[in-house]
Structure formats: structure tokens, C-alpha cells
């Protein structure tokens, strides 16, 4: 059996702020699956489980995330 196919948004945003004229501070925020989308996986093809055959029971997509770093740059 087969499910459809799936994208994600992902995205991050740098930026450099001057500490000193050799030292700065690099701030770096980045976000994977940005819009949450919920993308179901393949369905049950084992004929033999009976009632759970053709059922969707896990997801091909993982939940949004976010982090967020700084570096010190020298």
C-alpha cells in the first residue's frame, strides 16, 4: 500500500551582533516542520492482523521543533 507524499517547511534566521572589534556574538534561531503539518504513514498491509488491516497507526512527519544558539566568534 502506499500513503501520499509529504514536505516540510523548515527555516532559521542569524544575526551578528558587535561586541568589540574582533569579538561578536552570532544569535541563530532555526525551526524544522514549521507549519506542523500532520502527515499519516502507510497503513497496516498484513492481511492477517485482521480488524487493524488498511488502519493508519503512526505518522511519516515528525512535530514541529525549534532551537536556538549563540557563538561567540573571536
Known amino acids: 500500500m ?8 523548515d527555516g532559521s534566521v542569524f ?5 568589540h572589534e574582533s569579538l561578536s556574538l552570532e ?3 532555526e525551526g524544522f ?3 506542523n503539518n500532520v502527515i499519516l504513514g502507510t497503513p497496516d498491509a498484513n492481511i492477517n492482523d485482521g480488524a487493524s488491516f488498511g488502519t493508519v497507526n ?17
Open 2 to 9: 502506499r500513503s501520499a507524499g509529504h514536505w516540510d517547511l
Open 15 to 19: 544575526r551578528q551582533f558587535p561586541i
Open 27 to 29: 544569535f541563530r534561531a
Open 58 to 74: 503512526n505518522t511519516a512527519s515528525n512535530p514541529r521543533e525549534l532551537q536556538m544558539g549563540a557563538t561567540i566568534i573571536f
Open 33 to 35: 516542520n514549521l507549519l
